[in-house]
């Protein structure tokens, strides 16, 4: 398994995990399969420009990316301090391999080489206890849960909101 950011060329292959992850994990998203499938394939390219403040990850099982996760920072000069988590999905078939750790890994360590960015944050379904363990076993910290965050399927879901912070300021 390999470990790489990713670029505009991987638009194709980006979009092919979105769509999966959205059908197979709905609850762990704020977007829908339904919504998604209708954006072209150059707005896949655009979300994944480079950026020097904005990446994602993917782990790659030959050519096929099997796991995602996107991490970055704030443009505004108010909150440039601040970061997020998002889009974090491991494929079924190769869940309990480590993958989560290891994305989430390259994740914190692209946060960590931004000056200034001392909190990053996350969202995550309530119900994703190992979702939860894990961002808790890398320092992230529940700051609330939002009832009636999401509704999927005529059910109304919690998120919980988590922070790790990166660095202390005086």
Known sequence: MQIQQLNSSDAEAYQFIRLQALRDSPTAFNSSYEEEKKRPLSAFAESLSLSPSRTMFAAFNSSKIVAII???????????????????????????????????????????????LI??????????????????????????????????????????????????TT
């Open 119 to 168: 909190q990053l944050t996350l969202v995550v379904n309530a119900s994703n206890i190992s979702a939860i363990s894990l961002y808790k076993s890398f320092g992230f910290k529940s700051f609330g849960i939002e009832p009636t965050a999401a509704f999927i399927d005529g059910v109304f879901h919690e998120q919980m909101h988590m922070v790790r912070l990166t660095q202390y």
């Open 70 to 116: 996107s991490v970055g920072r704030e443009s505004r000069k108010k909150v440039n301090h601040k970061g997020s988590i998002n889009g974090m999905f491991v494929a079924p078939s190769h869940r309990r391999q480590g993958l989560g750790k290891q994305l989430l890994t390259h994740a914190l360590r692209f946060a960590d080489s931004q000056t200034g």
